[in-house]
């Protein structure tokens, strides 16, 4: 796991905001939208599907069109929210689309549902929830479209480009609450991990996330990371390994970034 952090990753270096305090405001864009990264809302069309509310259709749209005015892209990417006929979230190569499934925000909305009973803190949750799934999806297109050279457990790297990317546009906080998610998940009843698998366990996915938000902020993210029973010689190799992560993250992404949209960073 520690080797994971520094060598599969590359991006964020000039461009992670600082967390002190409270999570950064999400930068300011500049310039007009590229026209590369698309959003496309589809309503379920089965009864038996809720999926998701309006607000996160909101919130992913606005992030989608922040995105496209700071990434450059090869291709026309679309973001797709649409009924699928399972709970998932995947890019599809073929298609250039990253498809979010209605049935995921069901199945997450359950999960939560088991030990929250506040209606409100449920739907933050998978508000946050669904903020990381996006981004995550996005890591997986930008790998494929820019062919970046990730080696390692490439599910891994994907994750750490989504807590930074998190963390940049001030949801710090958002990517607390999936890392909690995935957490929980592994401690549902029934939970199996194949060891074969190209993702790692739920609490590993968990605690990657929490490790990666306490080395930007220990104070801020000490709970978090108690919560998973981190000892202090792990807790100081998340302290090192985040400046490498960025370094890392910003060699691969930063040609492929408008600069003019983090000045002063």
């Known amino acids: 796991m520690q080797q994971r952090h520094w060598v599969v990753v590359g ?3 000039l461009l992670v905001v600082p967390l002190s305090g409270a999570p950064a405001a999400p930068p ?23 999926g998701a509310p309006a607000a996160d259709v909101a919130l992913l749209r606005d992030i989608t069109a922040r995105l496209d005015r700071e990434l450059v892209l090869p291709h026309p990417v679309g973001v797709v929210i649409r009924e699928c006929g399972e709970a998932n979230a995947f890019y599809n190569v073929g298609e250039r689309t990253i498809r979010i499934c209605h049935e ?13 009973k506040d209606h409100a803190e449920i739907d933050r949750r998978l508000g946050d929830a669904m ?37 940049r546009s001030g949801y710090a906080d958002a990517a607390a609450v999936a890392a909690r998610g995935h957490y929980a998940r592994a401690q549902q009843p029934g939970y199996r991990h194949d060891h074969r698998d190209e993702h790692s366990s739920g609490l590993q996915r968990g605690f990657a996330m929490a490790c990666t938000l306490y080395g930007s ?49």
């Open 217 to 265: 902020n220990p104070a801020r993210y000490q709970a978090l990371v108690a919560e998973m029973g981190a000892g202090k010689d792990r807790l100081a190799q998340c302290r090192r390994d985040y400046p490498r992560q960025l370094k890392a993250w910003d060699r691969l992404l930063g040609p492929h970034l408008r600069r003019a949209t983090v000045a002063g960073t």
């Open 11 to 13: 991006m964020l270096a």
């Open 28 to 50: 300011a864009s500049a310039g007009p939208p590229s026209g590369r990264l698309s959003f496309t809302y589809q309503p379920p069309v089965s009864a038996r599907v809720t």
């Open 131 to 167: 903020i990381f799934t996006l981004l995550h999806e996005l890591g997986h297109a930008l790998r494929l479209e820019l062919e970046l050279p990730l080696i390692g457990r490439m599910e891994d790297a994907i994750d750490d480009f989504a807590t930074l990317w998190m963390m």
């Open 104 to 116: 995921l925000w069901d199945k997450r909305r359950r999960m939560w549902g088991t030990s929250v």
